[in-house]
């Protein structure tokens, strides 16, 4: 092993974090379920002899948050290390990309978590003399600027849905421009009756009540179609949404602007800008980069991010990325919510930036 490979082993094995390398092949099934549809295309399948299907390893936050659920959540807060090689398609070739990095699972101060992933950032960008470009979002200023908008559930839950895939958010907001005014009346009938009126049906027609779609979820469909059909995003909602999107650059300034337009339009999402100050502020303190962005439309595709994400960068080239991701043990199976919060670097980005 290298000589800086070998400090970031030892960087990832220090005294308080436990040095973890999950299995190469796991069930593709939890990243089926959790990562969608694009990123399970890249995904490097096969199967055993009972058919079910596995990957080679695509990433280490998965399995090794299925391995806190099973082994150390008893444990409380745990710090998990990693150093090895993962596994995607880039076209028709399988590439492998090694990667470095940690896992905070189960501290109880989100934001002591945060400042340990920043830290641990930094010091793997240093044993390669690499000073980065921030770019920093926010899932929940979005999340609490939606719920302080008019809009109707069904369609809050669907654009926060699209949040940092920025094509897809950018046709359904035109999609919501261009609806008529709502005219269908909701049904006046109750989930309950819906659904014995369906297996009736069902039952009259002898189709299966067990086949691909359950009375239970077609009844579930109407409902949220006629919910859908029955109300409208306000046109102000709207402007605020996209206005909101489109604010990107200097950290401060671009906070400065989205508090200006919460204020503007009377909107309660001062928490997780305060929050995300305070942490912002702690990075020029202690840490030597090239400049801090803030990029208001920016997320990591996968729904279970909850808070601050980042990137670490030089011009276009991702070095390092991550976050909080307090949603993804409760997916998995954990029944009260579990803060989570860390961050990968690839190191063979790392050696290119080193050699320039």
Same mark, same amino acid.
């Given at each position: 092993m290298a000589k800086k490979e070998k400090k970031l082993k030892k960087l990832v094995s220090r005294n308080g974090v436990n040095f973890i390398d999950p299995n190469i092949l796991l069930p593709a099934e939890d990243f089926f379920?959790?990562?969608?549809?694009?990123?399970?295309?890249?995904? #490097?399948?096969?199967?055993?002899?009972?058919?079910?299907?596995?990957?080679?390893?695509?990433?280490?936050?998965?399995p090794i948050a299925k391995n806190y659920l099973q082994n150390g959540q008893n444990n409380g807060e745990v710090a998990y290390g990693y150093l090895g090689s993962i596994f995607l398609k880039r076209g028709d070739v399988i590439a492998e990309y090694k990667q470095v990095g940690i896992e905070f699972l189960g501290?109880?101060? $989100?934001?002591?978590?945060?400042?340990?992933?920043? +830290?641990?950032?930094?010091?793997?960008?240093? *044993?390669?003399? *690499?000073?980065?470009?921030?770019?920093?979002?926010?899932?929940?200023?979005?999340?609490? &600027?939606?719920? $302080?908008?008019? *809009?109707? +559930?069904?369609?809050? &839950?669907?654009i926060l849905h699209r949040f940092g895939n920025q094509k897809a958010m950018d046709r359904l907001l035109k999609r919501l421009a261009d609806l008529p005014p709502s005219s269908e009346q909701k049904s006046e009938k109750t989930k309950a009756q819906l659904i014995k009126e369906i297996t009736l049906k069902m039952q009259q027609t002898d189709l299966p009540i067990s086949g691909s779609r359950t009375p239970d979820e077609i009844a579930t469909r109407y409902l949220e179609k006629q919910e859908l059909a029955a109300s409208n995003v306000p046109k102000k909602a709207l402007e605020i949404i996209t206005n909101y999107l489109n #604010? !990107?650059?200097?950290?401060?300034?671009?906070?400065?602007? *989205?508090?200006?337009?919460? !204020?503007?339009? $009377? &909107?309660?999402?001062?928490?997780?800008?305060?929050?995300?100050?305070?942490?912002?502020?702690?990075l020029e303190q202690n840490f030597d980069f090239r400049k801090i962005e803030f990029d208001a439309s920016f997320s990591p595709r996968l729904d279970y991010?909850? $808070? #601050?994400?980042?990137?670490?960068?030089?011009?276009?080239?991702?070095?390092?990325?991550?976050?909080?991701?307090?949603?993804?043990?409760g997916r998995l199976g954990a029944k009260n919510q579990i803060n989570a919060t860390g961050c990968s670097l690839w190191v063979d980005r790392l050696k290119g930036q080193a050699k320039k």
């Open positions: 379920n959790l990562a969608g549809e694009e990123f399970a295309k890249r995904l #490097i399948l096969t199967a055993n002899s009972t058919q079910k299907e596995y990957c080679l390893r695509p990433d280490f936050t998965l501290y109880e101060n $989100s934001d002591i978590a945060l400042d340990e992933t920043f +830290d641990f950032a930094f010091k793997a960008l240093k *044993i390669y003399s *690499i000073k980065p470009d921030i770019s920093l979002g926010c899932v929940a200023i979005f999340e609490s &600027l939606l719920k $302080s908008l008019n *809009i109707a +559930d069904v369609w809050r &839950l669907r #604010i !990107k650059g200097d950290a401060i300034l671009a906070l400065k602007e *989205i508090s200006l337009l919460a !204020k503007e339009n $009377s &909107l309660d999402i001062s928490a997780p800008i305060k929050r995300i100050l305070k942490h912002i502020k702690r991010y909850t $808070s #601050i994400v980042f990137q670490m960068k030089i011009k276009d080239e991702i070095l390092a990325a991550g976050g909080e991701y307090n949603r993804l043990l």
